[in-house]
């Protein structure tokens, strides 16, 4: 990111349907996208891989000008993870221990700032063992990542749909449900 934030940035706000279906986790169904149950509890195991007060924080940073800063550091995450866990595995297949070492410090500050603790946990730990020198069991540790990742990604594209719905709602007041009268 040697480059500053600004080159990711979509001047033009973020479409999550795209993203989500881009990402494999849900379905398009007459141009709106469709995000399995899973994704759409907050309580559910995926939504609790996240710190939500770090990106509730990252929330409060917006500026006027930047109303969507928190959605677009989520989508910054998830692009350069992906690159970051290709990283990850070509290092454990491969034995090239700098490059699991430099993938997982990478990884590490990436999970921590947007809050997903048990990422960067696991990554922090992957750093210390290739700091000194060699992984014996890369391909189980690289694993471990993965699956995690995949928690939080899951959270994050809930709540990137959750906010782009919410948002969508505000534009356009009948897209919202109307609540019914109880009699």
């Known amino acids: 990111m040697r480059a500053g934030l600004a080159q990711f940035l979509n001047p033009n706000g973020i479409r999550c349907g795209g993203l989500i279906c881009r990402f494999g986790l849900a379905t398009r169904v007459r141009g709106q996208a469709v995000i399995p149950d899973a994704l759409n509890t907050a309580n559910s195991t995926a939504a609790q891989a996240l710190d939500e007060s770090v990106l509730n924080a990252l929330g409060q940073l917006q500026g006027k000008e930047r109303p969507d800063f928190a959605n677009q550091v989520i989508i910054i995450f998830l692009e350069t993870a992906l690159a970051l866990l290709a990283d990850l595995k070509n290092g454990a297949a491969s034995g090239q221990i700098e490059m699991l070492h430099q993938a997982s410090h990478a990884l590490k500050g990436c999970s921590a700032t947007i809050g997903a603790a048990s990422l960067s ?49 505000q534009r356009e007041p009948g897209a919202a449900p109307q609540p019914t009268e109880q009699t």
Request: aromatic share 2%; proline share 4%; hydrophobic share 50%.
């Open 121 to 169: 946990a696991l990554c922090g730990v992957l750093e210390t063992v290739a700091r000194a020198g060699a992984v014996p069991d890369a391909p189980a540790r690289v694993d471990a990542i993965v699956e995690e990742y995949r928690r939080v990604e899951a959270a994050l594209i809930s709540r990137l749909a959750q906010r782009s719905e919410a948002s969508r709602a």
